[in-house]
């Protein structure tokens, strides 16, 4: 029988210790290793290739999230399974954009942990049944924001979105206008009606309703290379069934 290797990743030696022995006493579960700081449970991971990792979130003080982004990107067959203090919509929703398969609270039981974990491997995805309308309301909403800024968007020329794409990546009127071979004033020109189209007060605002539209990608259509002001593509809210 083929066992399933697990990676825990916290800063409470009391909660490894806990979360190690109930997986020891299951002959389908194995604990591969452990990490106490948030940088060293990726490299740990990445080195140890675990079926899952159990992150304890909320003892990372606003990292834990990133070190499951960094995780799933790195071993995206590694499942996820966030502990958290406090349960909540938002919170579970970022986790869900963050890649996790498995959203519990520390306080849930020993067993529940155990059942998750053989969950996520099987596919599914672990969400408490009290949050469950919740997120599919989160959800809705989200697509009705979406939609709302896929046609705001899509209501800008083809040069307009050529300058959205490089504000929304940083580039000042200068920069905007070397790439495009036009002039500075004309991309500011450019840039003032982008803002007035998408209804907008900044550069910062156009560039998240950019991002919201969900086109970003459809967007990018100006060839400049690899500018050095280029920013990542915002995570995507993982699929929950």
Known sequence: MRR??????SEQALLHQAVAVAFEQEEDLLVVGKAEAAPQAVVEAERLGPDVAVIDVGSFHGAGLQAV??????LPSCKVIVLVDDQGI?????????GASGYLAKTSSLQ?????????????????????????GALLQRKRDVDGAFVLVHRLTRREREVLVLLSEGANNTEIGQILA????????HVQKILAKLAVHSRLEAAALARQSGAFEELDVVDRGEPAWAVGTPPVLAAAR
Do not use: K, N
């Open 90 to 98: 938002p919170s579970l929703v970022r986790s869900l954009e963050a």
């Open 182 to 189: 036009i002039s500075p004033q004309t991309a500011r020109t």
């Open 4 to 9: 399933i290797c697990i990676f825990i990743a």
């Open 112 to 136: 529940h942990l155990v059942r998750a974990t053989r969950a996520v491997v099987d596919g599914r995805i672990v969400i408490p049944p009290p949050l469950f309308d919740g997120l599919i």
């Open 69 to 74: 982004s960094a995780m799933r990107r790195a």
